[in-house]
């Protein structure tokens, strides 16, 4: 190896372990004092890395706030896409629609487990004036729906709609999936995951019906 491409990996693994640092410091301070609680320098303090450091690395608050959400999201730090990560792949080789949909559910458990305290924070402060937070919000709500519709063209074209629109379909996945009801029943009325689950497969199969068994 040269050693500019010796310098370069160096570089690469300290901006790597930097990140991972500023990462675990900011879920710390979201889950303990809130997102409006948290500010750049506590942040900075916490990481032990300069504000400018974060600033270059992520962007504002609102960027580390995402940054944090998708790390949690995915379960780690990789460039790896959720369609193409085990859990999706389970989902898309079930033998029916009515099975993947409960693989579905399951799915949404695991990530309202990994994201369920994150959220619950956020949506307990509320984005009240903050535009960053509310367009953070707007983003995973696009995301979550963008998701959802993969779901649902996979069932199309695996096992047909029946008579039941696309979008429709799309409608009521997003909103059975959405974090406000998970958060409303897992954090603020106590259900346990498996309940969370069972509810959610439950709710999925009958309200897409129509869908070919």
Same mark, same amino acid.
């Given at each position: 190896?040269?050693?500019?491409?010796?310098?370069?990996?160096?570089?690469?693994?300290?901006?790597?372990?930097?990140?991972?640092?500023?990462?675990?410091?900011?879920?710390?301070?979201?889950?303990?004092?809130?997102?409006?609680?948290? !500010?750049? =320098? @506590?942040?900075?303090?916490?990481?032990?890395?300069?504000?400018?450091?974060?600033?270059?690395?992520?962007?504002?608050?609102?960027?580390?706030?995402?940054?944090?959400?998708?790390?949690?999201?995915?379960?780690?730090?990789?460039?790896?896409?959720?369609?193409?990560?085990?859990?999706?792949?389970?989902?898309?080789?079930?033998?029916?629609?009515?099975?993947?949909?409960? @693989?579905?559910?399951?799915?949404?458990?695991?990530?309202?487990?990994?994201?369920?305290?994150?959220?619950?924070?956020?949506?307990? &402060?509320? @984005?009240?004036?903050?535009? &960053?937070?509310?367009?953070?919000?707007? !983003?995973?709500?696009? &995301?979550?729906?963008?998701?959802?519709?993969?779901?649902?063209?996979?069932?199309?074209?695996?096992?047909?709609?029946?008579?039941?629109?696309?979008?429709? @379909?799309?409608?009521?996945?997003?909103?059975?999936?959405?974090?406000?009801? =998970?958060?409303?029943?897992?954090?603020?009325?106590?259900?346990?995951?498996?309940?969370?689950?069972?509810?959610? =497969?439950?709710?999925?199969?009958?309200?897409?019906? &129509?869908?070919?068994?």
């Amino acid at each position: 190896m040269s050693t500019r491409g010796y310098d370069n990996s160096r570089r690469a693994e300290a901006a790597r372990l930097t990140r991972a640092k500023v990462l675990a410091a900011a879920r710390d301070r979201f889950l303990q004092v809130g997102y409006h609680g948290t !500010t750049i =320098a @506590a942040l900075a303090r916490a990481a032990r890395v300069s504000p400018q450091t974060i600033y270059n690395t992520f962007g504002g608050k609102a960027e580390v706030l995402k940054a944090v959400y998708d790390t949690l999201l995915a379960g780690d730090d990789e460039p790896i896409a959720m369609n193409d990560r085990p859990e999706m792949i389970h989902v898309r080789t079930r033998d029916n629609a009515p099975e993947t949909l409960r @693989a579905y559910a399951a799915f949404a458990r695991m990530l309202v487990a990994r994201t369920g305290p994150l959220l619950g924070v956020v949506l307990a &402060e509320g @984005a009240g004036s903050d535009a &960053e937070l509310r367009a953070f919000l707007a !983003t995973i709500d696009r &995301e979550r729906r963008f998701g959802n519709t993969g779901v649902v063209r996979h069932i199309q074209q695996r096992f047909g709609l029946g008579g039941m629109d696309l979008e429709r @379909a799309v409608d009521l996945i997003w909103t059975l999936t959405s974090p406000e009801i =998970a958060d409303r029943l897992v954090r603020r009325c106590g259900w346990s995951a498996d309940d969370y689950q069972r509810w959610l =497969a439950d709710a999925l199969v009958d309200g897409l019906r &129509e869908l070919p068994r």
